[in-house]
């Protein structure tokens, strides 16, 4: 018998007090309400995925052999892959998907975890 997965209220998470006040930072103004779709979508995100914003940033970095924390390339290819899923599962407009994907992006760029293209997808060509 598996436990159903529940979320804590997403603002109670340090990794997303730490996106939004990245974004604050970066952008200024309210991040909240400036775009009240972010927290909704990332709530999505992490419900669909069975996985709380914390764990995500969590497995997405580890500490090498000297002690140095680094990104895992396997924790961030795992969550490149879902959001591109996540994405492409949405409902809506090539723009309105896209926004979606880009919110749960964000989520991880302002916790560290980059995500270029080439890096995490990687080119064999």
Not at 69 to 83: A, E, F, H, N, T
Request: glycine content about 8%.
């Amino acid at each position: 018998m598996s436990e159903t997965f529940s979320l804590k209220t997403i603002t109670e998470y340090e990794t997303v007090n730490t996106w939004l006040a990245g974004l604050e930072k970066h952008w200024g103004g309210d991040p909240v309400n400036d775009d009240p779709s972010r927290l909704p979508t990332l709530e999505e995100f992490c419900v669909t995925n069975a996985v709380d914003p914390d764990t995500i940033i969590k497995e997405c970095k580890r500490i090498n052999k000297a002690g140095d924390p680094r990104i895992s390339v396997k924790g961030r290819k795992k969550y490149s892959d879902l959001i591109d899923l996540f994405q492409g599962n949405s409902e809506g407009t090539k723009i309105q998907k896209a926004k979606r994907g880009n919110i749960v992006r964000s989520f991880l760029i302002h916790n560290a975890i980059l995500l270029s293209p080439g890096a995490v997808k990687g080119d064999e060509n």
